[in-house]
């Protein structure tokens, strides 16, 4: 159980276009999702927190109109970026949680290249 | 900002040998989660130590919270080359409503040579 999947695994997009990356828990309905950047070698950095059928809440320095986050349902989240740039470069990590007041599951990452 | 300092950033050990990684935090968290990170892939969660003083046992990993709930310890006990990964460690905190966010450490790359 606590299943967390991510697509797409691995996107290559040119500077200036947006890429979409879905985030679903499987097997269980998520009222949170979080959604995280790893630099190589570093640790997660948490860049907003999603709650379904609300504004995502953004911590700071991250840009909300850059990182669009949707959380239309208990299952899936969606983040965008847009516009992309070069320095958007980076993987990304979606976390769901609701089984227990503490533990998040989360997915498997999006390797984001911008060109 | 509450921060989390873990230790040893990095550790290379022997087959066998026992080691302990350290995480650190002038803060209280209502709680710790240690997590193993493989390259590419997203953290998959170890354990959730609640309770001051807490621990837990997986198999060959052992970890401790802290009587204040500042601090933890994950120990591992005759490592093998399977235990390879990043460790990281991770404090819960609340952001209202039910629901709680993870601060987590700069991790420890471990490596155990056969």
């Known amino acids: 159980g606590a299943v967390v999947s991510q697509h797409p695994s691995r996107v290559i997009c040119k500077s200036g276009t947006s890429v979409k990356i879905e985030c679903r828990s499987l097997?269980?309905?998520?009222?949170?999702m979080f959604w995280y950047r790893q630099f190589p070698k570093k640790s997660l950095m948490l860049m907003a927190t999603?709650?379904?059928?609300?504004?995502?809440?953004?911590e700071q320095g991250v840009e909300k109109d850059k990182f669009l986050i949707n959380h239309a349902s208990l299952t899936l989240s969606t983040l965008t970026v847009t516009s992309a740039h070069p320095e958007d470069s980076s993987f990304y990590i979606c976390?769901?949680?609701?089984?227990?007041?503490?533990?998040?599951?989360f997915g498997p990452g999006t390797r984001l290249t911008v060109t | 900002t509450q921060l989390l300092e873990q230790s040893p950033q990095f550790l290379s050990i022997q087959e066998g040998e026992n080691l302990t990684v350290y995480c650190n935090s002038s803060?209280?968290?209502?709680?710790l989660q240690w997590y193993r990170q493989e390259p590419g892939e997203g953290p998959v969660l170890l354990v959730t130590?609640?309770?001051?003083?807490e621990v837990k046992k997986l198999k060959r990993l052992t970890f401790q919270f802290g009587d204040a709930r500042k601090d933890s310890s994950l120990h591992i006990t005759a490592a093998q080359p399977g235990d390879t990964g990043l460790y990281l460690c991770?404090?819960?905190?609340?952001?209202?409503?039910?629901?709680?966010?993870?601060?987590f450490g700069k991790g420890t790359k471990l490596s155990v040579i056969p």
């Open positions: 976390s769901a949680a609701n089984r227990g007041p503490y533990e998040q599951y």
């Open positions: 097997d269980f309905q998520a009222t949170t």
């Open positions: 999603s709650n379904e059928g609300s504004k995502a809440t953004y």
């Open positions: 803060s209280v968290f209502s709680s």
């Open positions: 130590v609640v309770t001051g003083g």
């Open positions: 991770a404090g819960a905190r609340s952001s209202g409503a039910g629901s709680y966010q993870l601060t």
